[in-house]
C-alpha cells in the first residue's frame, strides 16, 4: 500500500523527468534546411500539422561564431486544410538578413528561446523568386518570367545588374536576356507591396525545355515552350465544364473521374421535366441567371472572335463532329434555359435541393429530389435577351435550324410576360445588382437585333451602367453593350453611351495590367478598398479581347497572355489556380463533388479564384474541427492570403468557366501551328 504522500512525490518526478526531457529537446538542435536566396539573404522554411509561431529572441551562428544580422522578415500561412479530415498544414518563413557574406555549405545554427535550428546552407533550387509558367509558354505568344520575392514585412532586394541568362536544357547555347523593374501601384498606402519585382520579356523561342539563371539568386524551375500550350488549356477548360455538366454519365474517355449521370428525377413545382444544364459551382444548383451569361460569354466568342471557324477540338464527346464545340456547349444551356420557362412565359430562377440549401455531403448522381425556385425579373430578362442571342446567330440557322426558332418563340415569348411585370427580387444572389434595368436594355436591344427593328432609346450616362460606379461592362450591362456594338455595326441605330462601354472595359484592365508588379488585371479599385474575392483573372482578359479580337493590340496580347501566365504559376506564390495539373493545382476547393467522390485529386479544369481578402470556410462538416487563422491574413498583400482550403471567396462558377474557355480557345486560335491534340489530365487517383 502506497504511502499517503507517494502519489503527491510521483507526480513531481514525472513532472521533473517531463521537464529534463523537454529541456533536452529544446537543446538538441534540429535540423532544418536553410535556403540561400542571395550573398545576404537566407531563409527557414518549416511546413506543420499545428500553427507555428515565430521565433523569439533568435541568435546565429555560422561556423561556430555569433553573427549579426540586420533584418528578420516573417511570414505565415494556412498552407491547405481537408474539410473530410480536418487535417491542416501550416507554413511559416524566417528570412534572416546579415552582414557577413553567405557562401554555400556555410554551417549556421539559429538559437530561438524555444527551439535551436541547425544545418548547412544550400542553393534554392528553384529559386521561389523566379516565378514561370508552371504548364507552358505558348509559343508564338508574349512570354514574361518575374523576378520578386516578398518576405513578409520586407521583399527580397532585386540582383544588381540587370541580366539573367537563358539556358536551354538540350545544351543549345544560353541567350542573355535584361530584366526592367516594374513596380506595383494602386494601393492606399506607402510603400505599396511588390515594389521589388521585376519583368524579363521571353523572345520567340522554339520549342523545348528552358531554365533561367539570375545571378546572386540561382536558377527557375524548368519550363516548356509549346506550340500546343494554350490549345491544352482550352481542352482542360472545356473538361471543367463537362465535369459540371448534369443530367449526364460523365465517361472515359473523355475524363478519368467518371461519374454516373445525375438528377434524373422529377422536379417538384414544375409541371415539364427539366434536365440538362451544368451545375452552376460548386454546389448542384442550376441558376437561371448564370445559365444566361454563360451562354452569352460562349456565343459571342464564337461568332465574333475566330476569323474561319471555332474550334472543335477540345476534346468533349462533341469533338471531331465538323461542329463548332462551344456552340455545342452553349447549346447545353439554352436547351435548358428553355425548359426553365413557366406556363405564363417567365422563367423559374433555379432548381436547387427541395429540403435542404446545399448537398454537401453527396456525389451529384447521390442527389435527393430537386425543386424549381421563384424566378426574379432579372432572371427572366437574361434568358430572353440570350435566347434572342441565339435565335440571330446564322450558324445556329444552319446547323440547328429548328432549335434557333425555338430560341426566338422562347425569347418572345418571355419578352411579353416581362413587359407585365415590374421588378421582382431573386432569393439568391444572382442578378439584382442593379436590380433588373441591365438585364430588361439587354432584352431589349437583343430582340432588337433579332427583329431587325430600331433599338429603345437609353437615358444615361457611363456612370450609372457600371457596378459601384467604376466596374464597365458588368453582367447585363457588359451583354447590353456588346449587343449596342452589332447595332452600330448593322446601323439599326445609335447606341454610342452603351457601344462604348465594350471599350472602356478593355482599357479599364489594360490600365490595371499597366499598375500590377504581375501584370494581372486586379482592378485598381479594388486595391483602393483593399478588398478582393471571386477573382479569375480571364474574365477581364474576355473583356479585353472583346472589342478587337482580330488583331488585338499588341499590348492587349500581352495583358491577356499575361492573365493566363498569372493563372499557371507567373505569380507571387508561384500556384496554379486551375484544376487538371496534379500536385501543381489546388486540391481542396469548394466543390461539392470533390468533397465526396473517390478521388484524391478535384476534377481538372476548375479555375480556383486567387485573391481574397481572407478565408471563409464552407462545405465545412459539423463534426470537423476548422483550424485556427492566427495570424490571419490581414496585414499581408491581397496576393499572399491564398489558401488551399474550402474558401467561398475562391468559388467559380460556369460563367467564370466560359469565360476562361473562350479566352483560351482564341488564344489557341493564334498558334502558328494550330494543333488537334488531346490534353492529358491528371491520372485517377483512388481517395
Request: proline residues 8%; hydrophobic residues 35%; negative net charge.
Amino acid at each position: 500500500m502506497l504511502h499517503p504522500s507517494g502519489p503527491a512525490k510521483f507526480f513531481r518526478c514525472l513532472l521533473t523527468l517531463l521537464a529534463l526531457s523537454l529541456s533536452a529537446c529544446h537543446s538538441q538542435p534540429s535540423q532544418t534546411p536553410l535556403v540561400k536566396l542571395d550573398s545576404h539573404h537566407f531563409q527557414i522554411h518549416r511546413v506543420s500539422t499545428e500553427p507555428l509561431e515565430e521565433l523569439t529572441e533568435p541568435r546565429i551562428f555560422i561556423d561556430s561564431q555569433e553573427t549579426s544580422f540586420k533584418n528578420l522578415s516573417y511570414i505565415h500561412h494556412l498552407r491547405s486544410f481537408d474539410p473530410n479530415t480536418s487535417a491542416s498544414q501550416f507554413e511559416d518563413f524566417h528570412t534572416f538578413e546579415v552582414a557577413s557574406e553567405i557562401e554555400l555549405g556555410d554551417r549556421v545554427e539559429v538559437r530561438a528561446d524555444s527551439v535551436t535550428l541547425t544545418g548547412d546552407i544550400v542553393r534554392a533550387n528553384p529559386h521561389p523568386g523566379i516565378h514561370v509558367d508552371r504548364i507552358g509558354y505558348q509559343q508564338g505568344q508574349p512570354g514574361v518570367i518575374k523576378l520578386g520575392l516578398y518576405l513578409g514585412q520586407r521583399e527580397l532586394p532585386l540582383p544588381q545588374g540587370a541580366a539573367v541568362k537563358l539556358i536551354p536544357v538540350d545544351g543549345r547555347a544560353p541567350q542573355e536576356l535584361s530584366w526592367v523593374r516594374t513596380p506595383e501601384r494602386g494601393y492606399p498606402y506607402e510603400p505599396n507591396p511588390n515594389q521589388e519585382v521585376a519583368t524579363v520579356v521571353l523572345p520567340d523561342l522554339p520549342e523545348g525545355q528552358y531554365r533561367v539563371e539570375v545571378p546572386e539568386w540561382g536558377v527557375s524551375e524548368t519550363f516548356r515552350v509549346s506550340p500546343t500550350a494554350a490549345l491544352e488549356s482550352a481542352q482542360n477548360y472545356a473538361l471543367g465544364l463537362y465535369h459540371q455538366r448534369c443530367g449526364v454519365e460523365l465517361k472515359k474517355p473523355y475524363t478519368p473521374w467518371v461519374r454516373p449521370a445525375c438528377h434524373l428525377g422529377p422536379v417538384s413545382g414544375s409541371s415539364t421535366a427539366i434536365s440538362g444544364g451544368h451545375h452552376d459551382a460548386g454546389d448542384y444548383g442550376r441558376y437561371t441567371h448564370n445559365s444566361a451569361l454563360a451562354s452569352h460569354a460562349l456565343l459571342y466568342a464564337a461568332e465574333n472572335w475566330f476569323p474561319t471557324s471555332p474550334p472543335d477540338n477540345l476534346g468533349l464527346p462533341e469533338s471531331g463532329d465538323g461542329l463548332s464545340d462551344l456552340h455545342q456547349i452553349a447549346l447545353i444551356e439554352l436547351d435548358f434555359l428553355i425548359q426553365m420557362q413557366r406556363p405564363d412565359g417567365l422563367f423559374w430562377g433555379r432548381i436547387s435541393p427541395k429540403e435542404r440549401a446545399y448537398e454537401s455531403d453527396v456525389t451529384a448522381d447521390r442527389a435527393g429530389p430537386q425543386r424549381v425556385r421563384e424566378g426574379s425579373s432579372a432572371a427572366t430578362a437574361a434568358a430572353v435577351a440570350v435566347l434572342f442571342e441565339a435565335s440571330r446567330s446564322a450558324y445556329l440557322h444552319e446547323h440547328w435550324p429548328d432549335r434557333a426558332k425555338a430560341f426566338k418563340h422562347s425569347a418572345e415569348r418571355g419578352w411579353q410576360a416581362l413587359e407585365k411585370v415590374s421588378f421582382k427580387k431573386s432569393d439568391h444572389h444572382y442578378g439584382d445588382v442593379f436590380e433588373d434595368r441591365d438585364e430588361r436594355l439587354w432584352a431589349a436591344l437583343e430582340r432588337s437585333l433579332a427583329m431587325a427593328e430600331k433599338p429603345p432609346e437609353f437615358e444615361g450616362d457611363s456612370n450609372s451602367l457600371r457596378h459601384w460606379g467604376w466596374w464597365p461592362a458588368y453582367e447585363g450591362y457588359g451583354g447590353a453593350a456588346r449587343a449596342a456594338a452589332s447595332i452600330e455595326k448593322k446601323a439599326l441605330g445609335q447606341t454610342m453611351v452603351l457601344s462604348r462601354e465594350v471599350e472602356a472595359a478593355s482599357l479599364a484592365w489594360l490600365e490595371a495590367h499597366r499598375a500590377s508588379a504581375y501584370g494581372v488585371s486586379f482592378p485598381i479599385a479594388s486595391k483602393r478598398h483593399q478588398s478582393a474575392g471571386w477573382f479569375f483573372p480571364l474574365d477581364y482578359s474576355f473583356d479585353m479581347i472583346a472589342p478587337s479580337p482580330s488583331p488585338p493590340s499588341p499590348e492587349v496580347l500581352a495583358a491577356v497572355c499575361a492573365n493566363w501566365a498569372y493563372e499557371r504559376g507567373v505569380n507571387p506564390l508561384n500556384q496554379v489556380f486551375l484544376t487538371g495539373y496534379g500536385e501543381l493545382s489546388p486540391r481542396y476547393l469548394l466543390h461539392q463533388q470533390a468533397i465526396n467522390d473517390e478521388f484524391a485529386l478535384a476534377p481538372a479544369g476548375l479555375p480556383v479564384g486567387s485573391m481574397v481578402t481572407n478565408i471563409r470556410f464552407a462545405n465545412v462538416p459539423e463534426n470537423v474541427e476548422r483550424p485556427p487563422l492566427i495570424p490571419g491574413p490581414e496585414g499581408k498583400p491581397l496576393d499572399q492570403r491564398f489558401s488551399d482550403s474550402p474558401n467561398v471567396l475562391s468559388e467559380s462558377t460556369v460563367v467564370n468557366q466560359a469565360r476562361g474557355l473562350a479566352v483560351c480557345a482564341w488564344l489557341a486560335s493564334r498558334a502558328k501551328e494550330p494543333s488537334r491534340s488531346r490534353v492529358s489530365p491528371a491520372q485517377r487517383e483512388p481517395r
